[in-house]
């Protein structure tokens, strides 16, 4: 009787074992499947970003298409005044001066300007780390590169 409650015992232990093997079998074909899914959608989202990457470098370079134009059909109309104003004889008065300093409203403007770029690129500069700003200066930088290549 030993030996039959022996073998009893073993059938029993491998009962056990088959049924957590498959268990365990069960719990990793779920979570394979689960990865799946998450590469998926993870692909998903990568070619989201990408697609709204495209969309927001081809806006941005139709608006400074755009101003480019504008800027250029303001210049062309400038000329045209400058022009029909020498023919008539007419001078431009001197450039206005600012009453507190002095100084011509083109200096002003000008040192304006630079304040504002040095600002830019010391923003640009602190927030390196950030990554939307890297983003925006590589969008930038992208968009810089595709107006000298098509200019």
Known sequence: MADSETVEI???QL????????????KLAESQNAEARLESKIQRMQMLSKSQTFLLKDALHKKLQERDGSSADA?????????LLEE?????PEP???PR???PYSEIYQAIC????DECRRDLDTQSSDPVAAELKALRAENARLLAAGG
């Open 10 to 12: 073993g059938r029993n």
């Open 114 to 117: 630079e304040r504002q770029r």
């Open 88 to 92: 008539t004889g007419t001078k431009l």
């Open 15 to 26: 009962l056990f074992l088959r049924e957590q093997y498959n268990s365990i079998q069960g």
């Open 75 to 83: 210049l062309e109309i400038l000329r045209l005044y400058e022009g």
């Open 96 to 98: 206005a001066v600012d």
């Open 101 to 103: 300093s002095g100084a």
